[in-house]
């Protein structure tokens, strides 16, 4: 079965520094991998996928990720952040969309990211 | 503009009621999931459909319900047999037979029992 790990509850980090909101994952086969972000009582918005190819994934908002095969993991990280990046991250990792349970997404708990100024 | 609408935004519910919410879309996708949200546990999957008039049963099924007469309407009934109903829930559309596309959700509805 798939499944998400985010080890961090939160993170804070100071407006203008670098940024990594932690992922790892556990598949069974090729794994399709996704960052979501969430506003306060809003719903989720699409950051970027891995499916192949480039390890690293270049999404909106600035945001990257580093897929790593050998350590399982799949961390977002942005190299300057900003206070209006603070919110709700989840990462999600994605079955295959053939078969019965049809693409659907397993969630990490979530990170909440705090950027101060 | 293409997107999934969600309705209400909140929603308050007595014991003993059922509830529907409401999630439509106009995005073409055959796809549709409804996930439940609660504080540090993530998002977990209720019920999903890839086709009219057919659904399968998520990780959390128990005392809801869903139908789907229409590609573009997955409707959520919260029935009085859910014993835990406040939360937030959050509805998904997506391509099938596309691998690794990405779902796209509607803005949520907060149900409160009171």
């Known amino acids: 079965a798939q499944s998400v790990a985010q080890p961090e509850d939160q993170v804070n980090v100071a407006e203008g520094n670098p940024l990594t909101v932690k992922c790892t994952y556990s598949v069974s086969g090729n794994p399709y991998l996704f960052w979501y972000v969430q506003y306060p009582n809003r719903g989720l918005q699409f950051l970027l996928k891995y499916i192949t190819g480039d390890n690293l994934v270049k999404g909106s908002y600035g945001f990257e990720a580093e897929f790593n095969k050998s350590q399982t993991s799949f961390h977002l990280k942005k190299p300057s952040a900003l206070v209006s990046d603070s919110a709700l991250y989840f990462c999600?990792?994605?079955?295959?969309?053939?078969?019965?349970?049809?693409?659907?997404?397993?969630f990490g708990r979530g990170t909440q990211l705090t950027v101060w100024p | 503009d293409g997107g999934i609408t969600q309705s209400p935004k909140y929603l308050f519910r007595k014991e003993g009621q059922n509830v529907t919410l409401s999630c439509e879309q106009n995005?073409?996708?055959?796809?549709m999931y409804w996930y439940r949200q609660d504080p540090g546990q993530g998002l977990r999957l209720i019920y999903y459909?890839?086709?009219?008039?057919?659904?399968q049963k998520g990780d959390i099924a128990e005392g809801y319900s869903v139908s789907r007469e229409k590609k573009e309407s997955f409707p959520l009934t919260v029935t009085s047999a859910q014993k835990n109903p406040t939360a937030f829930y959050l509805c998904a559309s997506s391509i099938v037979g596309r691998e690794g596309t990405e779902a796209f959700f509607g803005q949520g509805t907060r149900l409160t029992v009171v």
């Open positions: 995005l073409n996708h055959d796809a």
């Open positions: 999600a990792v994605r079955d295959p969309m053939v078969g019965s349970t049809l693409g659907r997404l397993y």
């Open positions: 459909s890839q086709i009219v008039n057919d659904f």
